[in-house]
């Protein structure tokens, strides 16, 4: 793995969380850096070898589907199965 990829990518994810305070999954890496998600998936693996996070695999998390513009509708749930990397913070 070249290093200077690495570090532009654990960079992003502090990004990331410092903006949105969650961890973030494999996939919004493969489409920002447009590689494959596979690639992704062991970059996230090598970081967490680094320590400087921890991997969870199989998150099940419920996106909400709803019309905003017609509000009696009712609300969907769909189920997602993600890969997640939660930064490791050291004080």
Known sequence: MDNDRLIDILEYIILYWYRNFKGIDAIEIAQKFNIPHSESLNILDELEKLGKGKVKRDVELYEMIFNINNTNNKIDFEKKSR??????MKY
């Open 83 to 88: 890969l997640y990397f939660f930064l490791q």
